[in-house]
């Protein structure tokens, strides 16, 4: 008895740990290299000083988002979702037009953002104005 409990006490110090980390190390090796950073895209929400005049770009299509994140299309109130349709609409009539999508200062970020993507969706590319009126 005596001679077991002296073998447990001087000889077992425990399984060997460096082999597992080792295998940690190289673990966060591999995942540092081979971690993809997103590429964040934004939209540019500074608004135009008052002494440069408006786009002048030619023919316009202007898409409005008010206050009460209500949307109009040149003036006639639009369903968030058909935005993109009454600019495509318009398009036809106006082939080289560009977009102007004017939001008002108080308005929410999320009709914002979802008539920037449904311009950008459908190929479109939508000059973004803050208006504080």
């Not at 999320?110 to 950008?120: F, Y």
Request: charged share 25%; net charge negative; glycine share 4%.
């Amino acid at each position: 008895m005596k001679y077991k409990a002296r073998q447990i006490a001087a000889g077992d110090d425990g399984p060997n740990m460096t082999p597992m980390l080792d295998i940690v190390f190289i673990l966060l090796i591999f995942f540092i290299v081979t971690a993809v950073f997103l590429d964040e895209k934004a939209i540019n929400l500074a608004s135009l000083p008052d002494n440069n005049p408006p786009c002048d770009c030619g023919e316009t299509i202007q898409v409005y988002v008010d206050a009460d994140n209500k949307v109009a299309v040149e003036n006639k109130p639009t369903e968030l979702r058909n935005v993109s349709f009454a600019v495509e609409s318009l398009l036809a009539e106006k082939p080289n037009a560009s977009i102007v999508l004017s939001a008002h200062y108080n308005a929410h970020l999320d009709p914002i953002v979802r008539v920037k993507d449904q311009m950008t969706l459908s190929g479109r590319k939508a000059v973004l104005k803050i208006v504080k009126d």
